[in-house]
């Protein structure tokens, strides 16, 4: 048992050795190709968007509006950056703290409710910070955008200028902030009051009679996903330069549903799901780019495949081919005596 | 004085008042068997102590203090347990990790916790796992610790349900219903359970239970609701006898015992 329990953990630091170099090496790899950089950066972005959202299934809520928080962190940024004067890395920190603020004030009413009413009020909370940011000409400059959100400014590390202004190296700084973010989620999820959350997402009336403070984890849980949701908008703006509050901009309704489409792919029960799930599927929709009308479908059909065949998700495969295994091999001994089962 | 009183405490559901100006005081040390029929208020009264119900009017003393706007968290937290009238587990969890989450207020975790971690949280944890094998030992699980909680019989179930509100080494545990659907078997050895654990440990006891021959050896007083209202209070025998109580539970004219 612990054999193979020791197999199972060596693999798995392997397989995060390999993550690392690829990734890290990932420019060079594609040879400095622009657009699968871009892609790879606004990946890992999305990657941070989709687990601070899936953080928000330990108090078993589905929450669609995350992508109001990126927004918020998202105008945060540009704005703290073009007009408050601020250089990035301030900014950054500040906009997530600000989309962390905005959710811990909204946590409390919010999350006296449950289930769908918690995702509708979400859901209508991310539209209405939208629409304000497009009425809002003044200081968002509205359906026109926001243009020129400045790159993070140069950082002197060993005697050499690296400039963020090119997707080469934006990208290490992107996936450099969202590991930090991810591992910072982890610790949160895993650490050792695991336990809590498990019991309140299993009975939170229990867990509220045992002396957990039910309401206050999951404030902690909605303000610090946020905090994530935030970062990945911060993180965003500086890339794209510019913002748009569109319904067909990333901070619409279509992406909110997109964002758990992808979290429902890779498999919610687990940390690494919403990695798997949007790297599948961001690769998915740029192989079918050719035939981007129908891109909305084919994912569609690769998320209802997916509910069927794998419900813990791609992120449960290995999971799902050990039980899978271990039926046959239950049948194959059984088989030999020939239907004298004892059980 | 009582360690738990309640002073006029009513709670209503709409034009439902179903406990209404109800004047209780439960001892230090006593079990108190709390009967009468169906909806006559008696789950919900122990809703109102354990605050997962908001009273409507009234107060609740506990130890001195007026509990009555705690949250149950806070409850949990001066020390009132809670046995619920289903099995309430945790169903994603073995019976030893049942008790553990039971052990929560042990563990000085609160929500920040998440941002820190001590090797005194780790030393706390290894005590508190101790205690958790102690307690299954004493409602006799001891060797199902790694079996999921719910694919143990109801009557295991049941026994699990109390370990976990014992977990928290609660001053008062309330237990609603803990003899339902259990065999005479598994009756006793719940029954020696709650016995032992007040003798042992002084545990107030509240038990809310319809089967009237365990409240008769389990508890020295007995109190019988009707329509959310003290109809008599007593030593059990007392009230199973008294005329009231037959016309409440069997109406006027019955004739049976």
Sequence with gaps: MSETKRGRTVAKAAAVVVLVVVVFLMPNILSGNKYWLTILTLLAINVLLVSSLRSVILINEISLGHVGFALIGAYAQALLMMKGGLTFWPSLILSGLLAAAVASLLGHPFLKVRGIYFSILTLLTAETFRLVVYYWTGLTGGSLGLVGVPSPEPVTLFGRTVEFNTVNTYYYLAVGVVVIALLILYHFERAYINFQWRAIRDDSMLAGALGINVVGFKMVNFTISAFMAGISGGLFAAFQHNLSPDTTSRFGVTMSIYLLVYMVVGGQTRFIGPLIGTAVLTLVAEATRSIAEYQPMVTGSIAILVMIFLPMGLAGIPAQIQTWLRKRRLRSAEAPVGGGTER | ?257
């Design chain 2, 1 to 257: 004085m009582a360690l738990l009183e309640t002073h006029a405490l009513s709670k209503n559901f709409g034009g439902l008042a179903a406990v209404s100006d109800l004047d209780l005081a439960v001892d230090e040390g006593e079990i108190l068997g709390l009967i009468g029929p169906n909806g006559a208020g008696k789950s919900t009264f122990l809703n109102l102590i354990d605050g997962t119900l908001r009273a409507s009017g009234g107060h609740i003393v506990f130890r001195g203090r007026d509990i009555t706007r705690y949250s149950p968290h806070r409850r949990a937290g001066l020390g009132i347990a809670r046995v619920f009238q289903r099995n309430a587990l945790f169903r994603s969890m073995t019976v030893l990790e049942n008790v553990l989450a039971g052990s929560f207020l042990h563990t000085d975790h609160g929500p920040f916790s998440v941002l820190v971690r001590s090797l005194d949280h780790v030393r706390k944890d290894r005590e508190v796992m101790a205690r958790c094998m102690d307690l299954l030992t004493f409602v006799g699980l001891q060797d199902k610790s790694h079996m999921m909680a719910t694919s143990l019989p109801h009557g295991s179930q049941r026994e699990l349900c109390v370990a976990v509100a014992l977990a928290s080494d609660p001053a008062v545990l309330l237990l609603d219903e803990p003899l339902t659907g259990m065999n005479a078997e598994e009756t006793a050895s719940m029954i020696e359970i709650i016995k032992t654990l007040n003798r042992e440990k002084g545990t107030t006891t509240i038990v809310v239970e319809h089967n009237v021959k365990a409240v008769l050896g389990l508890c020295a007083r007995a109190v019988v609701l009707n329509y959310g209202q003290k109809l008599i209070e007593g030593t059990p025998r007392e009230c199973v006898a008294d005329p009231a109580v037959i016309e409440a539970y069997l109406g006027a004219d019955a004739d049976v015992f």
